[in-house]
């Protein structure tokens, strides 16, 4: 019996490894732009070694250029490892992507078999198919994906007091992917707090275990001590000027989740709440708990809709916590189902109500079967409208061959670096992988670009209202060159067709603009 429950299991996780595989593979290129930056980032790794990374040369106006760093150092190795596989970098980078998507299920299946969880195999499959965006975000090639194995991995460490393994837990996960280990520190602290059948000093040398691990993984890195300074910016200062208020063009994972997280995890946020509502009922059972005597006095359930509720609230806030609140949510949602569902007789429940409700249960189970249908359809198409893998790689080609090598090309959108990079390692960019890295280098040299790409107006400052809408009297060609040549270095300028305003601008001043390329995507002026 026990190999065939083990074989089911097997069978199981081999068939969400499949599902993971064929949306990975049923497009070409990548879902996300930033994960080609991570694919070339490696290959010059993996080719040139350290040496040549360790400063990140390709953009010149970033935080990075003071404080050289790789957060995902740990990432970039391991996908070096993963070109073995393939001669073609993006399938290798495809095959790590499927490898560490299906590791997030297996791990959060082992905690289900840990916590002796009714049913494992239903709540697993919420998670695979309860969410559109969890799963579509699954896809996307980069080191995040890591982040939430760490996390799962140290709630379960923390669950059971294994000192050695919450350290090296820690320790890698500083390693592969930095940015995110505060979330780690976070979800620890919270389980050894409520942990109250383990005496205060044992909860302390835990907890104090994991940060020691996470220390000792940052400071063994080549890039220590820039490596905090980084962390810094990416895990505060991004969040911190977009809830602020301040719009400096972050991408859509960082700006509130609006409906989109109602409308493409609205099961697993269904059975979430229901889980909520059920646990402070009194006239529910899950009160009653029953808890297995190897956990003695103490369930997860407090810490977990702690730290269910932490990531939910930060989600709404940024879209990106999504990663990580829906398997905590699920999680959750499994152990406060546990002693009700322990003491359910489905065969009887059946016999004595299906007839009587027998509607009500046909319609939940199409209800549910829909929410189904509509997740695996909405995680197909986000991923069938990513960019074409063509698309600025003509462009790219003719800066190749066209400017000298090192010289900066002035390019109006800082998500263009990661492809223009990819096939284009000769020329130098402005910013990239997020604005906030130029803001925070030069706030004036920031709204001086934004300006210009957005509005062909050669500012220093945020815009006034009455100034966008009328951005005309505000142009000035030769200002706009002079400061493109002056302060950026640069003489060639790279402009989206989708930038009407800039392309109309340059179009409009051929004197001092010259285009030197167009295709269906793009337009190249040099300036005379």
Not at 394 to 412: Q, Y
Request: net charge positive.
């Amino acid at each position: 019996m026990g190999k065939k429950i083990n074989f089911k299991y097997i069978a199981f996780l081999s068939l969400i490894a499949l599902g993971l595989a064929l949306l990975q593979f049923s497009f070409s290129g990548v879902a996300d732009p930033d994960s080609y930056y991570h694919i070339k980032f490696s290959e010059i790794l993996s080719s040139q070694g350290w040496n040549a990374v360790s400063k990140l040369p390709w953009v010149e106006f970033s935080v990075w250029k003071n404080f050289p760093a790789d957060l995902s150092l740990g990432y970039h190795y391991l996908l070096t490892a993963f070109f073995n596989f393939s001669s073609d970098p993006i399938i290798a980078a495809k095959i790590l992507g499927v490898f560490v998507s299906s590791a997030v299920f297996a791990v959060f299946f082992i905690i289900l078999l840990r916590l002796k969880i009714w049913q494992p195999l239903f709540w697993l499959f919420l998670l695979f198919l309860g969410s559109s965006a969890f799963l579509y975000r699954l896809i996307i090639i980069r080191p995040v994906i890591f982040s939430i194995i760490f996390l799962l991995l140290g709630f379960l460490f923390a669950f059971e007091k294994r000192r050695w393994a919450l350290c090296l837990t820690a320790f890698f996960h500083s390693l592969i992917h930095a940015s995110t280990v505060p979330f780690l520190i976070f979800v620890v602290a919270m389980v050894l707090f409520f942990k109250k059948d383990t005496p205060p000093k044992k909860r302390l040398f835990l907890f104090f275990s994991c940060v020691g691990g996470a220390f000792l993984g940052l400071i063994l890195r080549p890039d220590f001590p820039f490596i905090f300074y980084q962390l810094v910016f990416q895990d505060w200062h991004v969040l911190f000027y977009q809830w602020q208020g301040l719009d400096l063009g972050q991408g859509k994972e960082i700006h509130s989740s609006g409906l989109d997280l109602y409308s493409s995890s609205f099961l697993v946020l269904l059975i979430f709440l229901s889980a909520i509502f059920a646990s402070v009922n009194k006239k529910w059972i899950f009160f009653k708990l029953k808890l297995n005597k190897n956990y003695a006095d103490f369930s997860p359930r407090i810490p977990l809709l702690i730290i269910s509720l932490i990531f939910l609230l930060f989600s709404v806030l940024s879209f990106r916590f999504i990663d990580y609140w829906t398997p905590f949510a699920v999680l959750f949602a499994a152990l406060a189902a546990k002693p009700f569902i322990e003491q359910f007789d489905i065969k009887v429940f059946l016999r004595n109500n299906f007839n009587k409700h027998r509607k009500i249960a046909v319609f939940a189970s199409l209800f549910i079967i829909l929410l189904i249908a509509k997740n695996i359809i909405g995680a197909y198409s986000s991923v069938k409208v990513t960019e074409s893998l063509e698309k600025f790689q003509g462009a790219s080609i003719w800066l190749k061959e066209n400017t000298p090598e090192n010289s900066v090309i002035f390019h109006t959108d800082w998500d263009d670096f990661p492809k223009l990079f990819y096939y284009n390692d000769h020329n130098r960019y402005l910013v990239g992988l997020d604005p906030t890295f130029m803001y925070e280098y030069d706030k004036n040299l920031y709204w001086l670009w934004r300006n210009i790409s957005d509005y062909g107006i050669a500012f220093d400052r945020p815009l006034l209202q009455k100034e966008k809408e009328d951005y005309k009297k505000f142009q000035d060609p030769k200002v706009a060159s002079q400061f493109i040549n002056d302060k950026f270095n640069a003489n060639v300028i790279f402009v989206p067709k989708e930038r009407a305003t800039l392309n109309e601008f340059l179009s409009n001043n051929p004197s001092i603009f010259q285009e030197v390329y167009n295709d269906q995507w793009v337009r190249i002026f040099r300036i005379l």
